[in-house]
């Protein structure tokens, strides 16, 4: 007898979520993701983040760009991606658009709560932060290049190209590089970091 409950608890238990799934329409990752993906992601994706926008997660959908969140749950006019759809203005121009059955699919899910089956928080202010254009001009952002060597006064104490720019920044401070190291103070050095000790006399 306890076999049997046990066994109905547990169909009722595994039938519950997928009647549940169907009532409140698609879930994020089965259907609108690749539709985001396939028409949107190429200005509001990646490295194309026109307005602010990021269309790749439920969370960055939520926030927006400078024009509000692109949706929100439960609100067709609300949500200002579904807006964009319907009336044609996004994907601009001449790209891919979206069918109908695809914007039915979009507005279902807005509708059905905008669920997703792995996101349990939305992003905090220090997650994902938004770049402006003039943050991107920062060094860390932008591809590297080869610099020209700077000019130095000291040029015969130059041994390596990295030289020039430590003794470059040294002369704009009125300083010079050390003296170089005598070979028995390098082998102490070598003793030093590899063993921990100095050399025999």
């Known amino acids: 007898m306890m076999v049997r409950w046990l066994l109905l608890f547990f169909v009722i238990l595994s039938s519950g979520p997928s009647s549940a799934v169907a009532a409140d329409g698609p879930l994020f990752e ?6 985001l993906k396939t028409y949107c992601w190429k200005c509001h994706g990646g490295e194309g983040r026109q307005a602010g926008l990021d ?7 939520k926030r927006g760009g400078k024009h509000g ?14 807006q964009k759809l319907v009336g044609g203005q996004m994907p601009p121009g001449k790209e891919l658009k979206p069918t ?25 202010d220090a997650e994902e932060p938004a770049l402006e254009e003039s943050d991107r001009q920062w060094w860390a952002y932008r591809p ?22 430590v003794l470059s920044r040294l002369e ?15 082998v102490r050095r070598a003793h030093l970091d590899v063993l921990g000790l100095p050399p025999d006399p």
């Open 69 to 82: 969140p692109a949706v929100v749950a439960g609100s067709l006019e609300k949500s200002l991606l579904v």
């Open 55 to 61: 269309l790749r997660s439920l969370p960055l959908i």
């Open 100 to 124: 109908a059955a695809h914007i039915e699919t979009i507005k279902a899910w807005v509708v059905g709560g905008a669920r997703a089956r792995y996101v349990a928080r939305d992003l905090d």
């Open 172 to 186: 704009a401070a009125g300083l010079d590089l050390a003296a170089e190291a005598s070979r028995t103070a390098l």
């Open 30 to 35: 089965d259907r609108v993701y690749g539709l």
């Open 144 to 165: 590297p290049v080869r610099a020209d060597l700077p000019a130095v006064a000291a040029s015969s104490r130059v041994a390596t190209p990295v030289d020039t720019f």
